[in-house]
């Protein structure tokens, strides 16, 4: 025994210059074709014992459910309540926000972290919800966000809210899904399949101890020891060379899976170490897109305030663009109404009164109305509406949404860099890990071997017990007996490392399964904002989505400030022709004929003259008509009428008809004229209607000189109108122009270069890298080192 020691001892010492730089070296039999031939064995009894133990697809999304259930279930359970509790449980606003909600509870303050609200801060609640859930409705409760105990919420058509696996709430789960009672016979049923790969290492271990107590009592209490009643005249070659044959089987047996067991160690440790580095530039990687994120979200935190605040000054005095067109549209209207189709006097029908002289520039007025608007509309309505949304962007998207941009953008900024602080850390406790890997290496290689050379070891002083006890010197036996005790020792030591290496083997193999799973969706272990944003990096979906920076970032893409061709935007030819039509227009627009009023004024003193009615009636009707001397005249438009020349009439119509009513019956012979529309009328009226007619005649005049100054001075307000407002859209282009090229240089620079960064897409990669390592290397390594140990324990 002493000699083996010795040989042991000295191969470490051999070994020890080189542990630090290549383990394979010490081992020429490892190279890659042995490595993958070894591997493809692993990965077969791997893939084997999963199958026995009923592992497939549909096993391991049961026992994932189960664990999610299981550890909402111990979550639930960390206040100690009653299961009469959980009913429609509400978390007491008094309560403070930061503590933590077990998930049972349904109701929380508006608030709360927790509350299910929209982006306005409101409750999200059910439409036709039970009357128990409206009462907390009413108290101002919201509903809870989704967890792992309640499913998210139904707003259209659901009665009530559903909880995801709980039994005893008003709703009950879906029919399809796992309940608590469930999830745990699912978890024994799983614990039962490792234990029956666990338990025979763990059953021969014990059969060893109680072999072990046995051989003594028998070898010791049944004094049968010390090599008593041994054969005194020795034993033959076949008594001897049986046992030691039988020894030297085993011896090589044990060298064979000792070997294998260095191949497969091998393989882990080279995969160890591959992990390592890749670990370290995963992190080095991640701290530099950490960081390549961070600054341009840490300048666009700290500036959208001020830049906010600087495009909102420039925006003063731009509320004219709300209206858009309108304004002039609406003046050219009430130019339209004021002027189309006016007849003089005003109210007169034309064709039925006798006085009633139409404008003739009016009559196409509505015309060119129609023109000019359709080329304003046609000319600058698509530039107009591009300004009017192009301002209420900036408006809605960054001016009024600064102060949420920058919460927004803070918060993920402190998440960033609570990543990179552990990130940093990371590097130093791997840094740490791998050189204690790498100083370990002969420890680790002679913790492989210990067992397999303790077992040599035992064979060895075996075969020296059997060649030096089978004599008849009774007192070379005992070193038999050694070589059974160490034997008991190393099966006992082999069964029991033998049963952790295995159940340790088959933990990874369904973590392995289960991480799977978990890459699908991570929001049920790191919780929906984390989760959101590792999926993005798993599904390559965008980081601005997965972190809830899409509305504040939304300026970035939905702003959009075109450059306008003002010189023909605010071409409004049509307009100008109409204007220059209408200031060129003057009274004579009202065609009015300069015989009538003379004619009229003719008539009026022939028949309010006693000797025009004397020389044109009968001597009864010229002697009963003593009509006084009208003798009218007109001598100008403020104060036409004159009696006899010199005295004014206030009122020609009223007066005229006073100072005639009297002659109605003595001058009724008087042949005169019919009246307007070929009526009769008396003396008196037909006088009256002279008048009326040539004082209508005389309002024109006068009022037609009025509407054409009045049309005039509306033409001008309205181009004067025109023309402010093409100034005030060139000043708002102007405008729009410089707020593009600040923020293009500022706060979209910053999305742009966090959009260019945001690819996380190699946490992925590196993820499958250590998945590949661990699970489809390490793992079915271990698991064939744990086989060899229990083959060793059987040898």
């Known amino acids: 025994m002493r000699r083996a020691l010795v040989f042991f001892s000295a191969t470490v010492a051999a070994l020890r210059p080189r542990a630090l730089t290549s383990e394979k070296d010490m081992m020429p039999f490892v190279n890659n074709a042995s490595a993958s031939a070894a591997m493809d064995v692993g990965h077969n009894v791997l893939r084997t014992i999963t199958t026995l133990r009923g592992g497939d697809p549909a096993f391991y999304a049961s026992l994932y459910t189960a664990l999610q259930i299981t550890y909402c279930d111990y979550l639930s359970n960390t206040d100690h309540h009653a299961p009469g509790d959980e009913p429609l449980a509400t978390w007491p606003s008094s309560m403070h926000s930061e503590m933590a909600v077990p998930p049972y509870y349904r109701f929380v303050a508006s608030s709360h972290p927790n509350a299910l609200v929209d982006e306005n801060g409101d409750c999200l609640r059910l439409v036709s919800p039970p009357a128990a859930v409206a009462t907390q409705y009413e108290r101002g409760y919201c509903e809870v966000i989704a967890n792992c105990y309640w499913s998210t919420l139904q707003f259209d058509d659901a009665h009530d809210r559903v909880p995801v696996y709980a039994t005893n709430q008003a709703a009950a789960p879906p029919s399809d899904a796992m309940t608590l009672p469930q999830a745990t016979a699912t978890l024994q049923k799983w614990a039962q399949s490792a234990a029956y790969f666990v338990a025979p290492p763990i059953i021969l271990g014990v059969l060893c101890f109680l072999g072990c107590l046995f051989f003594l009592l028998c070898r010791c209490c049944c004094n049968r020891c010390g090599g008593r009643n041994a054969k005194p005249s020795g034993y033959s070659r076949m008594e001897r060379g049986v046992p030691i044959a039988f020894f030297l089987v085993f011896a090589g047996a044990i060298a064979g899976v000792a070997i294998a067991s260095l191949l497969y160690y091998n393989v882990i440790t080279n995969e160890i170490g591959s992990l390592f580095t890749t670990t370290v530039t995963t992190i080095s990687g991640l701290v530099s897109w950490v960081h390549s994120i961070a600054a341009p979200l840490v300048h666009l935190r700290d500036t959208v305030v001020?830049?906010?605040?600087?495009?909102?000054?420039?925006?003063?005095?731009?509320?004219?663009?709300?209206?858009?067109?309108?304004?002039?549209?609406?003046?050219?209207?009430?130019?339209?109404?004021?002027?189309?189709?006016?007849?003089?006097?005003?109210?007169?029908?034309?064709?039925?009164?006798?006085?009633?002289?139409?404008?003739?520039?009016c009559t196409s007025i509505n015309v060119q109305v129609s023109d000019a608007v359709s080329q304003m509309e046609s000319a600058a309505g698509s530039g107009i509406a591009t300004l009017q949304s192009t301002r209420s962007s900036l408006l809605s998207l960054l001016v009024n949404s600064k102060d949420t941009i920058k919460s927004t953008v803070n918060n993920v900024v402190v998440g960033v860099g609570l990543l990179s602080d552990m990130a940093g850390n990371a590097t130093l406790h791997v840094d740490t890990y791998s050189n204690t890997w790498q100083h370990q290496s002969l420890a680790r290689q002679a913790g492989i071997l210990v067992l397999f050379v303790f077992s040599i070891v035992v064979i060895a002083v075996g075969v020296i017990g059997i060649c030096f006890g089978l004599t008849p010197l009774r007192c070379l036996a005992i070193i038999l007996h050694i070589a059974y005790l160490l034997g008991f020792i190393t099966l006992l030591l082999t069964f029991i490392i033998s049963a952790v290496f295995i159940a340790v083997s088959i933990l990874m193999g369904d973590v392995c399964q289960l991480t799977l799973l978990v890459a699908q969706d991570w929001t049920p272990i790191l919780g929906h904002s984390s989760g959101r944003g590792l999926n993005a990096c798993f599904q390559n979906q965008s980081l601005i989505d997965a972190m809830g920076l899409q509305s504040s970032l939304a300026f970035a893409n939905n702003l959009t400030i075109p450059s306008l061709n003002l010189s023909s935007m605010l071409q409004f030819t049509s307009l100008d022709a109409f204007a220059e039509t209408i200031l060129a227009t003057n009274t004579s627009t009202f065609q009015v004929d300069p015989t009538l009023l003379p004619t009229f004024l003719s008539v009026l003193n022939n028949f309010t003259s006693q000797s025009y009615i004397a020389s044109t009636q009968t001597a009864a009707v010229a002697a009963t008509c003593d009509v006084n001397d009208g003798n009218f005249a007109l001598q100008n438009p403020t104060t036409p009428w004159l009696l006899h020349g010199s005295t004014a009439l206030t009122d020609p119509v009223e007066d005229v008809a006073s100072m005639y009513l009297p002659y109605r019956n003595p001058c009724a012979g008087v042949l005169h004229p019919v009246c307007g529309h070929n009526t009769l009328c008396p003396y008196d009226g037909f006088l009256v209607e002279i008048v009326s007619n040539m004082s209508a005649l005389v309002r024109v005049t006068a009022d037609a000189k009025t509407f054409v100054d009045d049309m005039h001075v509306s033409m001008l307000q309205l181009e004067n109108a025109t023309s402010t407002f093409s100034g005030q859209v060139t000043n708002l282009s102007s405008t729009l122009n410089e707020i593009r090229e600040v923020l293009q240089a500022s706060l979209i620079s910053d999305v742009r270069a966090f959009e260019k960064s945001m690819n996380c897409t190699f946490v992925a990669r590196d993820y499958n890298r250590f998945y590949v390592a661990l699970c489809g290397t390490v793992t079915p390594a271990l698991l064939m080192i744990s086989l060899c140990l229990f083959l060793l324990g059987l040898f």
């Open 306 to 361: 001020n830049s906010a605040d600087a495009i909102s000054v420039k925006l003063n005095n731009s509320d004219f663009i709300a209206d858009g067109l309108n304004g002039l549209v609406h003046r050219l209207e009430a130019f339209e109404n004021q002027t189309y189709n006016v007849v003089l006097p005003r109210g007169c029908v034309v064709g039925t009164d006798l006085i009633c002289i139409p404008c003739d520039v």
